[in-house]
């Protein structure tokens, strides 16, 4: 089986979201605009409350999905739609906004690391209406496929070891995952040829696709049919990321992500008279 390079990398920017949350993101930015089916991914990080205490206030979101994986800390969500509940390490929250949502993340915590991505997935045009959902899982109910010098904790999709995610129903057929990696640990697996997929580094360093990819790093892969990543001295934490390109039109207006300038107009219209 072929192993698929890594044929770009990029290096996370600084940023701030919400109520000015100081993160890194990774893919969203004016070096990597786009992987579809991905729209974002952003890392936060930090031991300093300044950067992370004001959260993210009520805020709306409608046609994708946002995907919360925590490394440390804790965060609570809230909704409109009676929806609350606390992500502690290792757990995820994957909600579909769809046609759409008010949400708020904020920490539940007021000292202490606060580490973890969140990754922006989109849906496809017929889905985009659907009633919203979620799919909220903590670290004892993530399967880990154990090998040696790694732990995969895989969030959505199936190993080659016959280890499946707990999140099921989503279009794009996603593989995510987050590695923890041990001094020269290995995990390869296959990735099927039609998907987008990419690496990004929490922290350590490996080896894949022929470079080397080291803390805040993201690696896009090209084709092949398997991906092999190993460790640097130090161990390494990271995502690994795949999903089947959905291949429509992304006409993206803050946080709405539609496939005409109608739809986005019509979403904001939407928002501000109340219909979320």
């Known amino acids: 089986m072929t192993l698929r390079p890594i044929i770009k990398?990029?290096?996370?920017?600084?940023?701030?979201?919400?109520?000015?949350?100081?993160?890194?993101?990774?893919?969203?930015?004016?070096d990597l605009r786009v992987l579809d089916p991905f729209l974002m991914l952003d890392k936060f990080h930090?031991?300093?409350?300044?950067?992370?205490?004001?959260?993210?206030?009520?805020?709306?979101?409608?046609?994708f999905e946002t995907v919360t994986y925590m490394v440390e800390g804790r965060m609570r969500h809230q909704d409109n739609k009676g929806h609350e509940g606390v992500i502690g390490p290792g757990g995820v929250q994957w909600m579909t906004a769809a046609r759409g949502i008010i949400h708020s993340e904020m920490p539940e915590q007021d000292d202490g690391l606060m580490s973890g991505f969140q990754l922006w997935v989109n849906l496809p045009r017929a889905e985009k209406m659907k009633d919203p959902g979620y799919q909220e899982f903590s670290e004892a109910q993530i399967p880990a496929d154990m090998r040696e010098g790694v732990e995969a904790r895989i969030v959505a999709g199936r190993t080659s070891a016959g280890?499946?995610?707990?999140?099921?129903?989503?279009?794009?057929?996603?593989?995510?995952?987050?590695?923890r990696m041990a001094p020269g640990g290995v995990f390869e697996e296959p990735v099927a040829s039609g998907k987008t997929a990419f690496i990004a580094t929490h922290s350590g360093s490996v080896i894949s696709g022929g470079v080397t990819l080291g803390?805040?790093?993201?690696?896009?892969?090209?084709?092949?049919?398997?991906?092999?990543?190993?460790?640097?001295?130090?161990?390494?934490?990271v995502m690994l990321a795949a999903g089947y390109p959905i291949g429509e039109p992304i006409v993206w207006a803050g946080p709405f992500v539609m496939t005409?300038?109608?739809?986005?107009?019509?979403?904001?219209?939407?928002?501000?008279?109340g219909r979320f």
């Not at 990398?9 to 004016?30: C, E, N, Y």
């Not at 930090?46 to 046609?63: I, T, V, W």
């Not at 280890?163 to 590695?179: H, I, K, N, Q």
């Open 260 to 273: 005409t300038e109608g739809e986005v107009r019509q979403a904001m219209l939407d928002y501000q008279q």
């Open 215 to 237: 803390e805040a790093q993201l690696g896009v892969y090209g084709p092949g049919g398997a991906v092999r990543i190993e460790a640097g001295p130090d161990g390494a934490r």
């Open 163 to 179: 280890v499946e995610g707990p999140v099921r129903g989503v279009t794009v057929e996603p593989f995510y995952a987050e590695l």
């Open 9 to 30: 990398t990029t290096r996370g920017m600084p940023a701030s979201d919400g109520a000015g949350v100081k993160l890194t993101r990774m893919l969203g930015t004016p």
């Open 46 to 63: 930090s031991n300093d409350p300044g950067d992370y205490l004001a959260g993210f206030p009520p805020h709306p979101h409608r046609g």
